[in-house]
T-cell receptor, first 114, second 112 residues
Framework: GAGVSQSPRYKVAKRGQDVALRCDPI?????LFWYQQALGQGPEFLTY????????KSGLPSDRFFAERPEGSVSTLKIQRTQQEDSAVYLC????????????FGPGTRLTVL | AQSVTQLGSHVSVSEGALVLLRCNYS??????LFWYVQYPNQGLQLLLK??????LVKGINGFEAEFKKSETSFHLTKPSAHMSDAAEYFC??????????FGDGTTLTVKP
């Protein structure tokens, strides 16, 4: 399909484990965003890439969270030493141009930390 | 700083009735405003967006929203609800390219 895809769709981790969440944006989209959505809440901004450059990472909750987009396409969000409070749905979105443009969202990865 | 408040976490209407979902924003600069819909286990889908052109914005599925600067509001409406409109709706504001701030969402229930 031509939409944003994310993998895995579901991830269960034991507390202390490292996890890696993948996002495949729409081909040709310059901007890529990561959001964290807790149960019953709206998405919270984590970080933003324009091509391979990470322009804003002010939303990353701690230094255990790290995101990269080395070739300006696929992105990975890594969470080290997961904690129970990291349990949430992680949404990826991409847009054709700069951040004011419409964002196309993937289905999300539901992370459960036991 | 930017923020969004959605009044009413749950709204219930009868099929065929008017839908009104409320959104108020706070922004120190002219905002870009968005409404998204989210169906269970799916990502968010854009319904409509305001980008400082016309204040009345028409979107998909018969939804529209009016930007009112004096009231700092961007309420979402639809004249006649359909069962398929049942979903969660999010209002978002963007004044800093890339950094959208979302409200907590409103769950719309449509009764037959």
């Amino acid at each position: 399909g031509a939409g944003v895809s994310q993998s895995p769709r579901y991830k269960v981790a034991k507390r202390g484990q490292d996890v890696a969440l993948r996002c495949d944006p729409i081909s040709g989209h310059v901007s890529l965003f990561w959001y964290q959505q807790a149960l019953g809440q709206g998405p919270e901004f984590l970080t933003y890439f324009q091509n391979e450059a990470q322009l804003d990472k002010s939303g990353l909750p701690s230094d255990r969270f790290f995101a990269e987009r080395p070739e300006g396409s696929v992105s990975t969000l890594k969470i080290q030493r997961t904690q129970q409070e990291d349990s949430a749905v992680y949404l990826c979105a991409s847009s054709l141009a700069e951040g004011y443009d419409e964002q196309f969202f993937g289905p999300g990865t539901r992370l459960t930390v036991l | 700083a930017q923020s969004v408040t959605q009044l009413g976490s749950h709204v219930s209407v009868s099929e065929g009735a008017l839908v009104l979902l409320r959104c108020n924003y706070s922004s120190s600069v002219p905002p870009y405003l968005f409404w998204y819909v989210q169906y269970p286990n799916q990502g968010l889908q854009l319904l409509l967006k305001y980008t400082s052109a016309a204040t009345l914005v028409k979107g998909i599925n018969g939804f529209e929203a009016e930007f009112k600067k004096s009231e700092t509001s961007f309420h979402l409406t639809k004249p006649s609800a359909h069962m398929s409109d049942a979903a969660e709706y999010f209002c978002a504001v963007n004044t800093n390219a890339g950094k959208s701030t979302f409200g907590d969402g409103t769950t719309l229930t449509v009764k037959p």
